[in-house]
């Protein structure tokens, strides 16, 4: 789900570093009013980042394939605004280590990842201000549902709509359309996975839903 | 076997604060060709640089095997629905021929690109990237933050292994059975967060120990100083001059 290098023109490569470097200060400098201090933000996002990057090789069965969890909506619930930073600096390991995503286009894929992480963590906390165990798995698989989709949808539209000329709109619209409708069971699981975590995490140690 | 070794020397000696933004710009230029005219030019480029290298094909091969899922997707889509004119119609699908030549533009640049970044990566040493990185101007929380990462991506990983060593030696057995697996793959995840994130206390303390962020680290950095040898700076002021032919090649035969 990650675009390769070459694959969207330079122009929107350069765009997509510009607003990946404009949210990163945003979600810093938020980062910063929470943590208070910079030795804080900067060991929980690394060893954060590092965690979410070995839970993603944890593989969910959806028969007939097995897939790797997303992990979207669940590291914008765990790290709030650090989770965009905390994305870029997973995508940037898995375009060295594995070849996944690109470095011109890195920007772009940070954009969709982090943006759906922070857009699912608001979901997260707007659908759990009422405490309660089944609240919180609700908003959990809600949040774990939409950073999936979200990242589906951002991806999709960044690859169809900057396609070479030539294809209608209409075409360009249900290939978008169809392409996160495929990623619909993806979507579910990743929800139901978001929400146990979530839940197993509020039974252990409930201090960390508050942090971020 | 001699002369690749000689190859690979020089690019891991080509000092990093060059190579880096020079190949970068040359990436961030070839993504930017267009022209079916100048699409030959990019493979050239890279292979170019691919052999200089003198990197191992096996390692271009393995890199591929990430981005070829999406290419087929994307190339298959511009084949089906991109122009109006049927190059070969089989049964009810037709296939355009402005759509196969934008497919096969889009193969040639998603190769070439991703090429120059296997050169670049696969030969920048990683002693001293970090001071190398923040003396290139990039933040230093986002160097500090990729550095640790990389650092707890392996201490992580093992304590993973562990954890699926321990299960196996416990008896358990993956098997078919999804919710079985969901029980197991939960916790495992929940685990692995929590001790997480003890562990970025445990982390933050020892940096305050160390005194970070006191500006004494800050002057780490002076010990990896810049050495640019004046073939460093002829071979990359060489790749950004490519890099300003090609873009200026690309706005001028659009004008033609």
Partial sequence: ?212 | MKAESVRMIFFKNWETSLKIPSMFFLMMSMAFIRDPALMPVLPVIALVLFVSSGLPLSLFLSRFRAPVLILLFVSVFLILFSGEEVLIRIGPVSLKSVGAILALNTCVRVLSVITVGIVMVNTTPLSGLSGKLKRMRIPHLLVDIGVMTGRYIMVIGEDYSRMKTARKLRGYIPGTNISRRFKVAIPTAATMLIRGFDQSERVFNAMCMRGYGSGISGKENGSFPIKTRRLDVLVSLAVVATSLFIIILEFTVETI
Avoid at chain 1, 19 to 28: E, I, P, Y
Avoid at chain 1, 96 to 119: P, Q
Avoid at chain 1, 158 to 178: A, Q
């Fill in chain 1, 1 to 212: 789900m990650h675009i390769p290098d070459g694959m969207v023109p330079g122009d929107i490569c350069v765009a997509g570093l510009a607003g990946a470097a404009a949210l990163t200060w945003f979600c810093v400098k938020k980062a910063q009013s929470t943590y208070k201090d910079t030795a804080r933000l900067v060991s929980r996002a690394s060893v954060m980042a590092a965690v979410f990057f070995v839970v993603s090789w944890i593989h969910i069965p959806l028969p007939p394939v097995s897939v790797h969890p997303v992990l979207a909506g669940l590291m914008g619930i765990l790290l709030g605004w650090i989770s965009f930073p905390a994305i870029l600096t997973g995508l940037f390991f898995q375009a060295v280590m594995f070849g996944h995503g690109g470095f011109t286009t890195i920007g772009i894929n940070s954009l969709s990842m982090g943006g759906a992480a922070l857009l699912a963590r608001g979901l997260f906390v707007l659908l759990q201000r009422k405490s309660g165990e089944r609240k919180i798995l609700v908003a959990g698989f809600v949040a774990g549902f939409a950073g999936v989709m979200m990242a589906v949808v951002f991806t999709c539209s960044f690859l169809i709509l900057t396609l070479p000329e030539y294809i209608n709109t209409k075409t360009e619209i249900s290939s978008i359309l169809g392409m996160s409708a495929a990623h619909l069971p993806l979507a579910l699981a990743e929800g139901v996975f978001t929400a146990l975590v979530v839940r197993f995490i509020l039974r252990v140690r409930p201090d960390m839903l508050l942090v971020a």
